[in-house]
């Protein structure tokens, strides 16, 4: 069972609101406020009264954030094999073709991570599957302070996705009344760098330097 979220999503001219019924209203930008209280009340209202077992799905203009279905596997195997050489080893395939298709199929299955954590980013119009968002808890920063984590294929970058995903996150970290929230990114990552930046994390002074990967930024967002 889902439990489905509708999130007010605002531009430069006003906001639209996308309505349980399917209405699109262009609204003044003296609603914008009442929009996002409104977002926050549904995230609320429909996390805090999940019953055991359902799921959270978060829906922009343009996306959907939902669990992963084991038919997509092959989706985050194409990420895996984007991945920079500069990222550590343990996150690329390896010599032997690790990990599989079958076994990212299996870890869809049994790691709730793929359902309640970093959610599935499907283009509504397009109906494919493009990469994920979401939370998870590193245990890098504080207690009851998550991390928030994307990664989206090469042939979506540079339309807005990654920042459009990560502000419904952050909508839905604030109504489960998170303060903060943490996000580490490479130094060498500038497009990651750019969304976090458009999203209103600050960049720290905590660093972990790597001689062979590069430095590990840390950042951060007041909810």
Request: some cysteine; overall charge neutral; hydrophobic content about 40%.
């Given at each position: 069972?889902?439990?489905?979220?509708i999130?007010?999503?605002?531009?430069?001219?006003?906001?639209?609101?996308?309505?349980?019924?399917?209405?699109?209203?262009r609204?003044?930008?003296?609603?914008r406020?009442?929009a996002?209280?409104?977002a926050?009340?549904?995230v609320?209202?429909?996390?805090?009264?999940?019953?055991?077992?359902?799921?959270?799905?978060?829906?922009?203009?343009?996306?959907?954030?939902?669990?992963?279905r084991v038919?997509?596997?092959?989706?985050q195997?194409?990420?895996?094999t984007?991945r920079?050489?500069?990222v550590?080893?343990?996150?690329?395939?390896?010599?032997?073709?690790?990990?599989?298709?079958?076994?990212?199929e299996?870890?869809i299955?049994?790691?709730?991570?793929?359902?309640?954590?970093?959610l599935?980013?499907?283009?509504?119009?397009?109906?494919?599957?493009?990469?994920?968002?979401?939370l998870?808890?590193?245990?890098?920063?504080?207690?009851?302070e998550?991390?928030?984590?994307?990664?989206?294929?090469?042939r979506?970058?540079?339309q807005?996705y990654?920042?459009?995903?990560?502000?419904?996150?952050?909508?839905?970290?604030?109504?489960?009344g998170?303060?903060?929230?943490?996000?580490?990114?490479w130094?060498?990552n500038?497009?990651?760098r750019?969304?976090?930046?458009?999203?209103g994390?600050?960049?720290?002074?905590?660093?972990e330097?790597?001689?062979?990967?590069g430095?590990?930024?840390?950042t951060?967002?007041?909810l």
């Amino acid at each position: 069972m889902y439990q489905h979220v509708i999130l007010a999503e605002t531009s430069r001219s006003g906001a639209t609101v996308h309505c349980s019924g399917g209405l699109i209203e262009r609204v003044t930008p003296e609603a914008r406020e009442a929009a996002r209280t409104f977002a926050r009340e549904m995230v609320a209202a429909m996390t805090i009264g999940a019953t055991p077992g359902s799921e959270v799905v978060l829906e922009t203009s343009r996306l959907l954030l939902r669990p992963w279905r084991v038919s997509e596997a092959a989706v985050q195997r194409e990420l895996w094999t984007e991945r920079d050489p500069r990222v550590p080893p343990h996150r690329r395939i390896d010599a032997d073709g690790h990990p599989t298709v079958a076994e990212l199929e299996d870890s869809i299955r049994s790691n709730q991570l793929w359902s309640i954590g970093l959610l599935a980013v499907e283009r509504k119009t397009s109906r494919d599957v493009i990469g994920y968002c979401g939370l998870v808890d590193s245990g890098r920063g504080s207690a009851g302070e998550p991390e928030l984590a994307f990664e989206l294929l090469y042939r979506v970058w540079r339309q807005g996705y990654a920042t459009e995903a990560a502000l419904a996150v952050l909508e839905w970290a604030r109504a489960l009344g998170h303060d903060r929230l943490w996000a580490t990114v490479w130094d060498w990552n500038t497009a990651s760098r750019r969304v976090l930046a458009k999203v209103g994390f600050t960049e720290t002074e905590r660093k972990e330097v790597d001689a062979v990967h590069g430095t590990t930024l840390f950042t951060t967002r007041r909810l």
